[in-house]
């Protein structure tokens, strides 16, 4: 009975979790022109269940080497690499939000530029205070470039 109402309680409590998520505005894989700049835009919002708002809300993205990340002041430089990472010698940012409430538009953009045609990676977690997803739960879109 005992282990049964601790069970409960942390069920209880993971619900009350904040779990932010993010959403492309336009559906990947992105398809881009070499030697141009091109802006990856999305939405973050929370899951239900969930707490209605989280705060310190970062988005990790590693995008492959080939790929520039322009600088912007929505997002810090880049962050070190493990060597078990599925893309080596990515270029890394953390974009980061104060806050995010449920059901608000919170909007962010990444800059990025490239001149080598091909088809390449990017992976993403999305983590705030109170929730840390896992680096299995990262997700992979595709950037295509070329002409």
């Known amino acids: 009975m005992r282990n049964s109402l601790i069970e409960a309680l942390k069920t209880v409590e993971e619900e009350k979790e904040p779990k932010p998520y993010l959403k492309f ?15 990856i835009e999305f939405d973050v919002d929370l899951k ?14 590693l995008i492959s080497p080939e ?3 322009l600088p912007d002041p929505s997002y810090t430089k880049n962050f070190k690499q493990r060597a078990e990472w599925e893309i080596p010698n990515a270029n890394t940012t953390i974009y980061k939000f104060e806050l995010v409430r449920k059901h608000t538009r919170t909007s962010g953009c990444i800059k990025i530029k490239t001149t080598t045609k091909g088809k390449y990676k990017i992976r ?10 896992s680096t299995e739960a990262e997700k992979e879109i595709d950037v295509l470039v070329q002409d």
């Open 25 to 39: 505005k336009e559906k990947p894989p992105f398809i881009i022109k070499p030697n141009t700049e091109a802006n």
């Open 48 to 61: 239900t269940p969930g707490n209605k708002e989280a705060k310190n809300v970062d988005m990790w993205f």
């Open 67 to 69: 790929i520039e990340i």
């Open 124 to 133: 993403y977690k999305v983590d705030c205070d109170n929730h840390v997803e």
